[in-house]
């Protein structure tokens, strides 16, 4: 019973039903924190999924199928003596003793101490599911098939730790050898190799702290269809490949620097490998990933410490919403607010002139520069076609429609930030006034019916509490502009106008602000020129 009480005992329900669809949860059970399906590998003995991950005190249900010709169980047991280490073996040393009842028992000797939760005997061709909580007690949790002659072959681990993750039958494999870049690991014998049942890609088990290098091998479930992102640090080499493509090239010899890297992928099971080796000096690795619904979740068991020198985060919004990167933007000033749309275009907005400072599609922010304290510099757009609109004050006041355009300032004293508010999709209405005129500015994404050309960026702003007597301006874009039908174009930019009359000269396009009962809306759509 201390045995008992020192692993905390696992409530468990075993269903006693072969047809799945039928199987109704038991109380407490109607809704699960995790769902596993283990499978048995047909004329192999083994078990498709030989190790994964599930948070403390969680609910858990296990779906176990026997496609194979021989009956088969899944019974898991607490660590033991040995963590784990023993996988099983004081059950199995148990069953071997039951001599002739065994048959009649199903070769499960009920009551054992170690096993907290089992399938029973599944026939050929049959399935059954059970459902259990998880101990509070983090440690590797060992599963096993109890039938004579299967336990030695037909065995898993449950890793219990607070950072579960998707990423199943992770392996490792520990070299020794001295090298600057990443070397070709087929042609090396390991020195120690093992699994890793937690799914964290782990380095501590390494014997030496200088000259050793680990190649990790696993599976990754995506939640559903998109774009995922995964950011590697490590000093020194690294490299992340997923279904055998690299996604993120870390290599070579280097303090502590992350990088990053995107691939579309589907809903389900994907290959993923981390190589990593270290020559001298400190000795890191942290994985993490993003996607469609979810932000930087480790996949490593360390992560990066305050301080560390990090290159190449890419800061990438959800599927269906916005992100936005408020720091030092070179071209957008160090009050910039960046935004980054998941329909792949981007803007920059300068609170210090209340302006619309760029646009790009592409890639967001790499956010390495300033993800760790207070990173020097300004960083730029990570990716392309980067439009540059006019700096300075872009509403002001003018004597006349064809005035000169006041210069540049720092930081305008003309109009004052009054921060911003998000919408469900987190895109960001910006406020501001001038005087009496309160001004709203929202941007949002239009996506392009072609995945060959980036999409535009449509710009609402409304503006409240003038009159006639406002002789406002909003600057749009500085430049010769030729006129269309639908608006104005230069290389690289489209403009068209509602809400206002664009006055053009050779020098910039400009719009007068024109108040009815004390309001007045401009809306400005900007796109690339095809």
């Not at 468990?12 to 199987?23: G, I, N, Q």
């Not at 073996?89 to 199903?106: A, H, S, Y």
């Not at 290098?213 to 020194?236: L, R, W």
């Not at 305050?306 to 071209?331: C, H, K, S």
Request: glycine residues 10%; neutral net charge; charged residues 25%.
């Amino acid at each position: 019973m201390r045995f008992l009480s020192k692993y905390f005992v696992l409530v468990f329900c075993l269903l006693d039903f072969v047809s799945l669809l039928a199987a109704d949860p038991p109380k407490g059970f109607e809704k699960v924190d995790q769902e596993i399906t283990i499978s048995t590998l047909e004329a192999q003995m083994k078990y498709d999924v030989q190790s994964f991950s599930v948070k403390p005190n969680s609910k858990v249900k296990v779906i176990f199928k026997n496609p194979d010709s021989l009956p088969h169980n899944l019974i898991f047991c607490t660590p033991g003596k040995k963590k784990g280490g023993d996988k099983g073996q004081e059950v199995i040393d148990t069953v071997l003793k039951l001599g002739d009842k065994g048959v009649k028992m199903d070769w499960e000797p009920k009551g054992h101490p170690r096993i907290l939760a089992s399938s029973g005997m599944v026939q050929p061709g049959k399935e059954t599911a059970f459902y259990f909580k998880v101990p509070k007690v983090e440690g590797d949790y060992p599963y096993i098939c109890t039938f004579p002659g299967h336990y030695q072959l037909m065995n898993g681990m449950m890793g219990v730790t607070k950072k579960a993750n998707p990423i199943t039958n992770l392996t490792y494999k520990l070299f020794h050898g001295k090298w600057s870049k990443m070397p070709d690991f087929s042609e090396l014998k390991p020195v120690k190799s093992g699994t890793l049942a937690t799914g964290l890609f782990d380095i501590s088990m390494r014997e030496v702290n200088d000259n050793f290098a680990f190649v990790f091998n696993g599976k990754i479930e995506c939640p559903k269809d998109g774009k995922y992102s995964f950011t590697v640090s490590s000093d020194d080499g690294s490299q992340l490949f997923i279904n055998g493509k690299m996604i993120v090239d870390n290599d070579g010899v280097h303090g502590n620097q992350a990088k990053a890297g995107s691939v579309e992928l589907t809903k389900g099971k994907h290959n993923i490998e981390v190589k990593y080796f270290e020559l001298a000096g400190g000795e890191i690795l942290s994985v993490s990933w993003s996607g469609p619904g979810f932000k930087n979740k480790p996949l490593s068991k360390t992560a990066p410490k305050p301080g560390q020198v990090v290159e190449g985060m890419l800061i990438e919004a959800p599927e269906g919403e916005a992100t936005l990167y408020r720091n030092f933007i070179d071209g957008a000033g160090p009050r910039a607010i960046g935004v980054g749309y998941h329909e792949g275009v981007n803007l920059a907005f300068d609170a210090n002139n209340m302006r619309l400072a760029m646009i790009w599609h592409g890639e967001f922010i790499d956010g390495a520069r300033h993800w760790i304290g207070r990173g020097q510099g300004f960083q730029p757009p990570a990716g392309s076609d980067v439009i540059r609109l006019p700096e300075g004050v872009v509403i002001t006041e003018l004597e006349k429609a064809d005035s000169i355009w006041p210069g540049s300032e720092y930081r305008t004293k003309e109009i004052d930030f009054k921060g911003y508010v998000l919408d469900k999709f987190q895109r960001p209405t910006f406020k501001y006034s001038r005087g009496a005129v309160s001004i709203t500015d929202k941007s949002v994404p239009i996506a392009s019916a072609s995945a060959e050309k980036p999409g535009m960026i449509r710009r609402m702003l409304k503006f409240s509490g003038g009159d006639l007597s406002s002789n406002l301006y909003l600057l749009l874009a500085q430049g010769k502009f030729q006129k269309e039908d639908t608006g104005y174009h230069d290389e690289e930019l489209f403009l068209s106008v509602k809400g206002g009359e664009v006055l053009a000269n050779d020098v910039d396009l400009r719009v007068p602000i024109v108040f009815k009962n004390g309001k007045s809306e401009v809306e400005i759509t900007y796109r690339w020129t095809d």
